[in-house]
């Protein structure tokens, strides 16, 4: 039987093929542009090879991206073909996106995460673009180039930028030193409030950054703080926070993310997909914000685990199977 398939190679990405503004022609880079040409090239190998360690020890999964082979130079990867991406599907189609399937796909990226995690490994970029959907509607994470691997509920120090900035926790962007498996957990949020919302609900400027010459603070971006701010509440305390000089004028925010949330959740999508599908146990507003509000605290400490998430009324019994079988897997 015929199965299509991707290939991923590291000679195939755009950055390992500069291109000349006088011609569409790859060409070899001039001297002067030897040393950034050369230090990018290394980064997409480190990537590409990070990615591929991480996949063969992460087994297979049915939401994480199957790997189905690879060259002996380690330069070629053959993935499972999938049917779209997150985005493409959020882009077309936007807030008529319906609850059944966001509630498939949260609960698909909430037990994909809940793997990853119990295998020690911290995806640090996941967004709707790092989530497929396959050809039979189950969601399935992807890319892990900078991914991180270590023990369950291990941590790393902050050395460079992590996460996409809509996506980006707020205490790496309040310049934490270190950071663990809960930057997934707040991305993930995000993702969730995209499917209902139809785009980003954290959509910060990406030139606000800050100037300080600390490693820890690439992450800061004073636009992206002052949109989760005004949602998710202003923090209690700055205490332990590095850039804590770019927050003393700042306003104070209550948290506004649950009534949000609800309103997300129409009643007339909710009338509509149980006329379209027959269906009259859709989960309500109050189930949605449980899960969210959860994944989308400040504090890192009180931010839900997805093994946590996926034990509340939103997922009903459907997680029971998933938890019995991550019971055997220490």
């Not at 000679?11 to 002067?32: C, D, E, G, L």
């Not at 790997?67 to 779209?84: F, K, Q, W």
């Not at 039979?136 to 509920?153: L, S, W």
């Not at 663990?180 to 139809?198: F, K, R, S, T």
Request: hydrophobic share 40%; proline share 5%.
């Amino acid at each position: 039987m015929n199965k299509k398939v991707v290939v991923k190679a590291v000679h195939n990405h755009p950055k390992f093929r500069p291109v000349t503004k006088s011609s569409n022609k790859s060409s070899v880079p001039r001297q002067a542009d030897a040393a950034p040409y050369n230090s990018c090239c290394a980064f997409f190998l480190q990537a590409f090879r990070n990615e591929l360690c991480t996949l063969e020890s992460l087994g297979s999964h049915p939401n994480i991206v199957k790997l189905l082979g690879r060259s002996s130079d380690c330069t070629s990867i053959v993935l499972e073909m999938a049917e779209n991406d997150l985005h493409t599907i959020i882009s077309t189609r936007g807030s008529q996106l319906d609850l059944s399937s966001i509630k498939r796909w949260s609960q698909n990226i909430l037990e994909g995460v809940a793997y990853l995690h119990n295998m020690g490994v911290t995806h640090t970029d996941l967004k709707p673009e790092n989530v497929l959907i396959s050809p039979d509607k189950v969601a399935k994470i992807c890319d892990f180039g900078i991914a991180q691997r270590g023990i369950p509920g291990g941590s790393w120090f902050v050395a460079s930028e992590i996460t996409t900035l809509w996506y980006r926790a707020p205490e790496l962007l309040m310049g934490a030193r270190t950071f663990d498996q809960m930057v997934d957990l707040w991305a993930v949020g995000c993702i969730l409030v995209e499917m209902l919302y139809g785009k980003p609900l954290f959509k910060g400027q990406l030139n606000t950054v800050c100037k300080c010459p600390e490693a820890t603070h690439r992450n800061f971006n004073s636009d992206q703080l002052a949109k989760i701010f005004a949602i998710a509440g202003s923090p209690k305390t700055f205490e332990g926070l590095e850039c804590v000089n770019h927050f003393q004028s700042w306003p104070k925010y209550a948290r506004r993310i649950d009534e949000i949330v609800y309103s997300l959740h129409k009643n007339k999508r909710v009338v509509r997909d149980i006329k379209n599908q027959g269906s009259k146990q859709e989960p309500s507003g109050s189930d949605w914000v449980e899960v969210i509000s959860g994944l989308l605290r400040l504090n890192p400490r009180e931010r839900y685990s997805a093994r946590h998430a996926l034990t509340k009324r939103l997922f009903g019994q459907q997680a029971a199977k998933f938890f019995m079988k991550l019971q055997g897997i220490a």
